[in-house]
Structures are given as structure tokens and as C-alpha cells.
Nanobody, 127 residues
């Protein structure tokens, strides 16, 4: 059974930083692209960032480009999201997910293309 566990969320002031981690267990994630999504209260889940299976390619939502960095350590089955210059509008529950297609050349932004999800970690940015 594949499980994803996010951590690193919390309360931070605007302009601050947080680093989220997502550990995958039950199956190696090294052959799959990984993504981060977020959902604010009353809003739909939005794509944040994705990273290829080998870590060589990344893709970001325009809203976080230049502020967030996705990375991965396949030896640790872990993906990270470094978030800098946080804004109140970044407040949301953040989820990591595993792409459904192994060794995919495409970095997907549609959550329906990911088949395993974590439980989420809350990020709150105060103004």
C-alpha cells in the first residue's frame, strides 16, 4: 500500500519561508514524477509544482514561480517544496501526489493524472 506523508507546514509571517517534505512509502517513487497541489478554504485544488522522476525537470504555477522550489531525493523517497517570500494568498492545505504513469516525459498539472495523495499539511501565512 502506497502512503504519502507530508510535513513541514505551519504558521509564518508574510515574507517568511517554509520547507515542506513528502515521504513516500510502500513503493519506490523514483520512477514517477511527483507534484505538489494546494487547496484554500472554499476553493478548488490548484497545481503548485511538479518534478520529473529523475529530478531534471520542474514546472511551476505562475503564482509561485520564482518563490517556490521543488526538489527530490530518490534515495530517501522524498520530495520537497521550499517556499520563500510567502504571501497570505499562499495559505492553504498543501498535498503531494504521485503521477500515475512511470517515467513520464510530461509534467502534469491536472490532479486527476496523479493516483496517490498524502493527507495534506496546513500552511498559514499571516499578513
Amino acid at each position: 500500500q502506497v502512503q504519502l506523508v507530508e510535513s513541514g507546514g505551519g504558521l509564518v509571517q508574510a515574507g517568511g519561508s517554509l520547507k515542506l517534505s513528502c515521504v513516500v512509502s510502500g513503493r519506490t517513487s523514483s520512477s514517477y514524477a511527483m507534484g505538489w497541489f494546494r487547496q484554500a478554504p472554499g476553493k478548488e485544488r490548484d497545481f503548485v509544482a511538479a518534478i520529473s522522476w529523475n529530478g531534471k525537470r520542474t514546472y511551476y504555477a505562475d503564482s509561485v514561480k520564482g518563490r517556490f522550489t521543488i526538489s527530490r531525493d530518490n534515495a530517501k523517497n522524498t520530495v520537497y517544496l521550499q517556499m520563500n517570500s510567502l504571501k497570505p494568498e499562499d495559505t492553504a492545505v498543501y498535498y503531494c501526489a504521485v503521477d500515475r504513469v512511470p517515467l513520464s516525459p510530461i509534467l502534469r498539472t491536472d490532479g486527476s493524472e496523479y493516483n496517490y495523495w498524502g493527507q495534506g499539511t496546513q500552511v498559514t501565512v499571516s499578513s
